[in-house]
């Protein structure tokens, strides 16, 4: 059964660091797209960070430098390390994954998708 969960999360002060985890089954993620999203009440889900499966990646502009997506592939798991951390990153980061190639923010194109874990940032 493919599944993704997240984990990680909590509730930082401004500057500080979070790691992410979304540990994957039923696939392996060297073989996957993956991608960590966020989501505010309201608001539509943003690509933050993602992972091809040829191993490209891409951030938004409002991480780049911050934060850092990487794959274990012994432990078959999607990492995220944030760094620096601002309010504005205060969010519901969801984990994505497509067993096969995917290089975009668009959330179709991901079709398996962790419950997500709460970032909050307090100044």
């Known amino acids: 059964q493919v599944q993704l969960v997240e984990s990680g999360g909590g509730s930082v002060q401004a500057g500080g660091s979070l790691r992410l985890a979304c540990v994957a089954s039923g696939f392996t993620v060297d073989k996957a797209s993956m991608a960590w999203f966020r989501q505010t009440p309201g608001k539509e889900r943003d690509g933050v960070a993602l992972?091809?499966?040829?191993?490209?990646?891409n951030y938004a502009d409002s991480v780049k430098g911050r934060f850092t997506a990487s794959k274990d592939t012994t432990e078959n798991t999607l990492y995220l390390q944030m760094n620096s951390l601002k309010p504005e990153d205060t969010a519901m980061y969801f984990c994505a994954a497509r067993t096969g190639y995917c290089y975009t923010w668009v959330t179709g194109c991901y079709n398996r998708w962790g419950r997500g874990t709460q970032v909050t940032v307090s100044s």
């Open positions: 992972i091809t499966m040829l191993g490209d990646r």
